[in-house]
């Protein structure tokens, strides 16, 4: 099935501070979705990426899917510490079954 | 409109014992998924269904069995449980087309002694 790498695997942010997360593939994706988890919860879905080259903006939040459909990432402007907790990239088959997620990032932001 | 329910919320068990984590939801979805979740190993899917009647294995489905009777409910069966099944359960559903993810549930948090 198609699998993802998400890097990093970890990041410390001071308040304030912007952060990152990428996943790559090495295969072409019909879409990527973004899921965040905080400490103790459950994935909660944030968003779902289809077009090439497409980037979506929640807030303070920035998603970008690669011109190539084989990359993308979640940018966070000016953390919180509300933003704490992991987030994963996931990839679905086409038809939308078996989801396989990515490691995760698991961002802490100290005040 | 409930969501995703999973129960129990948490659960020990012997070595060797058997027993069933409930999964309902009262969406409509027709996807259903299992995973288990480690420290350090991400969300690692179990077995997936894309409607009544259909299952199918994920990544790590050994030791597991699932059955998909009704749309509503997608039970995840523990057939003679290990230590290394100590873990987070959560199961999940979606519309399966359109633009939707999947909605979680709660979690079981399972420990094997």
């Known amino acids: 099935g198609q699998q993802v790498m998400q890097i990093p695997q970890y990041q410390h942010v001071q308040e304030g501070e912007d952060f990152t997360t990428y996943c790559n593939s090495s295969?072409?994706?019909?879409?990527i979705q973004w899921y965040k988890q905080r400490p103790g919860g459950h994935p909660v879905f944030l968003i779902q990426l289809v077009k090439s080259g497409e980037v979506k903006k929640q807030k303070r939040l920035t998603f970008q899917f690669g011109e190539a459909k084989k990359n993308s990432s979640l940018h966070i402007t000016a953390t919180q510490t509300t933003d704490v907790g992991t987030y994963f990239c996931a990839v679905p088959r086409t038809s939308g079954s078996r989801l396989t997620f990515g490691e995760g990032t698991q961002l802490t932001v100290n005040p | 409109n409930a969501g995703v329910t999973q129960t129990p919320k948490f659960q020990v068990l012997k070595t060797g014992q058997s027993m069933t984590l409930q999964c309902a939801q009262d969406m409509n979805h027709e996807y259903m998924s299992w995973y288990r979740q480690d420290p350090g190993m991400g969300l690692r899917l179990i077995h997936y269904s894309v409607g009544a009647g259909i299952t199918d294995q994920g990544e790590v489905p050994n030791g597991y069995n699932v059955s998909r009777s009704t749309t509503e409910d997608f039970p995840l069966r523990l057939l003679s449980a290990a230590p290394s099944q100590t873990s987070v359960y959560f199961c999940?559903?979606?519309?399966?087309?359109?633009?939707?993810?999947?909605?979680f549930g709660s979690g079981t948090r399972l420990t094997v002694v």
């Open positions: 999940a559903s979606s519309l399966g087309t359109g633009p939707g993810g999947y909605t």
């Open positions: 295969t072409t994706l019909s879409n």
